[in-house]
């Protein structure tokens, strides 16, 4: 059975940095890709970023660039979302996903390109 498990969630005030990280388990588990989602109250689950392991490229959604980035190590099932510069409006539950097929264009910032998802961890940033 496949796990993904997220931690590093916390509250922060504006201005400030958090970390994510998500590692993921299971005997059989390989992915093409990984990303992070996030999720507001009462809204939607919208992209965040994602890192495709073949070619290390990474995508981020406008609101986040230059702010947010995503790296991480595919050998070791891991992926990380560093967060600086945080703005009350990135207060959300953040989720971790990976994907087992490629994904080109616009598919890479569906909810549905992805196979597998975390729990959520919770961030809250203070204004």
């Known amino acids: 059975q496949v796990q993904l498990v997220e931690s590093g969630g916390g509250l922060v005030q504006a201005g400030g940095s958090l970390r994510l990280s998500c590692a993921a388990s299971?005997?059989?588990?390989?992915?093409?890709?990984m990303g992070w989602f996030r999720q507001a109250p009462g809204k939607e689950r919208w992209f965040v970023a994602r890192?495709?392991?073949?070619?290390?490229?990474?995508y981020y959604a406008d609101s986040v660039k230059g702010r947010f980035t995503i790296a991480g190590d595919n050998a070791k099932n891991t992926v990380y979302l560093q967060m600086n510069s945080l703005k009350p409006e990135d207060t959300a539950v953040y989720y971790c996903?990976?994907?087992?097929?490629?994904?080109?264009?616009?598919?890479?910032?569906?909810?549905?390109?992805?196979?597998?998802w975390g729990q959520g961890t919770q961030v809250i940033v203070s204004s």
């Open positions: 890192i495709s392991w073949s070619t290390g490229s990474t």
């Open positions: 299971g005997r059989d588990f390989s992915s093409r890709a």
């Open positions: 996903a990976a994907a087992r097929d490629m994904a080109f264009g616009s598919r890479r910032y569906q909810k549905e390109a992805y196979d597998y």
